[in-house]
């Protein structure tokens, strides 16, 4: 998973900033899935987008969560306004997609631990 | 509702001591199911993926199989390298966006 890089892997923000989750996926690969783990819970689904499409938001808090894929550039997650409740490891996972169907396999980042205090 | 479920929570084991992990799930149309090894503070690496039941896949001391129910993860003599969180993941046909985590077993083995 060397090949998907996040940044930053560790955030900071105090109560009412934003955080801007940055995720280059793999060379090749043109979707990201977003997800947010919090501790002894699961991988939690956000989002999915392809390049200048979001496919599937339906993961996603409809307020001060959105997430973008630009036709340059790294997929960003944006949370506006954070809260505490927001602190958690977010990962972001690319994959190809091979006419039809997609090939399944996600590569995972490295992840960004986001500290809201 | 589709649903992952990891046993057990928590494993521990010697070095050399065989064991199984198991993952069931409740999906409409399994598209394909995932396992994955997580590190603490690291993103979760890539295993196997079993697509049909009856399914087998081999990586050093990990086997994965597959039934229409459940997925076994065997690992045979394990080293303390293989401690870590392992998940399974679902991606089920209906909804094939969307992949279904597990919450993990974490696996300590002991020298």
């Known amino acids: 998973n060397a090949g998907v890089m996040q940044n930053p892997r560790h955030l900071v923000r105090r109560r009412g900033q934003e955080a801007r989750l940055r995720c280059s996926p793999m060379?090749?690969?043109?979707?990201v899935y977003w997800y947010r783990q919090l501790p002894e819970e699961g991988l939690k689904f956000m989002v999915y987008?392809?390049?200048?499409?979001?496919?599937?938001e339906s993961g996603m808090p409809k307020e001060r969560f959105s997430a973008e894929f630009p036709k340059e550039g790294p997929s960003i997650l944006r949370i506006q306004q954070v809260v505490r409740g927001d602190s958690a490891a977010y990962f972001c996972?690319?994959?190809?997609?091979?006419?039809?169907?997609?090939?399944?396999?996600?590569?995972f980042g490295p992840g960004t631990r986001l500290t809201v205090l | 509702e589709d649903q992952v479920t990891q046993s057990p929570e928590a494993l521990r084991l010697q070095e050399g001591e065989s064991s199984s992990l198991n993952c069931s799930y409740t999906?409409?149309?399994?598209?394909?199911l995932f396992w994955y090894r997580q590190d603490p503070g690291k993103g979760p690496e890539f295993l196997f993926t079993?697509?049909?039941a009856g399914e087998e896949k081999e990586k050093e001391r990990l086997k994965a199989t597959l039934t229409k129910k459940e997925s076994f993860l065997h690992i045979t003599a394990p080293k303390p390298e293989d401690s870590a969180t392992y998940l399974c993941?679902?991606?089920?046909?209906?909804?094939?966006?969307?992949?279904?985590f597990g919450t993990g077993t974490s696996l300590t083995v002991i020298p």
């Open positions: 996972a690319s994959f190809s997609f091979a006419g039809t169907s997609v090939t399944d396999t996600q590569y």
């Open positions: 993941a679902v991606q089920a046909a209906n909804t094939g966006n969307q992949f279904y």
């Open positions: 060379k090749g690969h043109s979707h």
């Open positions: 987008l392809q390049k200048e499409n979001i496919i599937d």
């Open positions: 999906v409409s149309g399994l598209r394909g």
């Open positions: 079993l697509y049909s």
